[in-house]
């Protein structure tokens, strides 16, 4: 079966960069697209990233996505971190008819 | 603006049926590109898929729980269900529901629904 693996945390301090590796665990990543989502606490995931590197409308471009077929990993960047951004993120793809999760990693802004 | 919502029992007892229903309003539930799928969510653990129903019919499920879910959809009533026989504590969780679009991009989400399983 395929899997997403995810940092459980992560941790950086307001205005630095952070990046949230999804590495997969077989085949490559590259072939269905990546989407990153965003959940705080009690509310719904909603998206920052999709189709690998594109980000919906009111998303600031402080995050960014991108591919890594020799790690066969995607990975999601945050730059200019402020508290707000502190939260869960996921990362989610498609293999054989399901759809898969990562693990989910916590982003603390510290 | 699509918004879906979901509704069902917030407690279930063990070995007996889960029952959810997503009502979908703003939009159509009979578009050709887009599925239905229900999403939960063990409390503080991660997000897993269950299934996944287009207006057609076609349906696909989480191997890991295909022997005991059936989803279905209703496109007079603007809704689609779920229903999970057998369960036990594992299976709470928040229940989503949620649109996917051809990309397989799950856009929007439903606020979720909280199942206890317990007797």
């Known amino acids: 079966n395929f899997m997403l693996t995810q940092p459980h945390s992560v941790s950086e301090s307001p205005g630095k960069t952070v990046t949230i590796s999804c590495t997969g665990s077989?085949?490559?990543?590259?072939?269905?697209?990546v989407q990153w989502y965003q959940q705080r606490p009690g509310s719904a995931p909603t998206t920052v990233i999709y189709e690998d590197n594109q980000r919906p409308s009111g998303v600031p471009d402080r995050f960014s996505g991108s591919i890594d077929s020799s790690s066969n990993s995607a990975s999601l960047t945050i730059s200019g971190l402020k508290p707000e951004d502190e939260a869960d993120y996921y990362c989610?793809?498609?293999?054989?008819?399901?759809?898969?999760f990562g693990g989910g990693t916590k982003l603390t802004v510290l | 603006q699509l918004q879906l919502q979901e509704s069902g029992p917030g407690l279930v007892k063990p070995s007996e049926t889960l029952s959810l229903s997503c009502s979908v309003s703003?939009?159509?539930?009979?578009?050709?590109?887009?599925?239905w799928d229900w999403i939960r969510q063990p409390p503080g653990k991660g997000l897993e898929w269950i299934a996944s129903?287009?207006?057609?019919?076609?349906?696909d499920y989480n191997p890991s729980l295909k022997s005991r879910v059936t989803i279905s959809l209703d496109t007079s009533k603007k809704q689609f269900s779920l229903e999970m026989s057998s369960v036990i504590a594992a299976d709470t969780a928040v229940y989503f529901c949620a649109r996917r679009g051809f990309y397989n991009l799950f856009d929007p989400w439903g606020q979720g629904t909280l199942v206890i399983v317990s007797s």
């Open positions: 703003g939009g159509s539930i009979s578009e050709t590109n887009y599925f």
């Open positions: 989610q793809s498609y293999d054989s008819s399901n759809q898969v």
């Open positions: 129903i287009h207006y057609s019919g076609s349906t």
């Open positions: 077989s085949g490559s990543i590259a072939r269905n697209y």
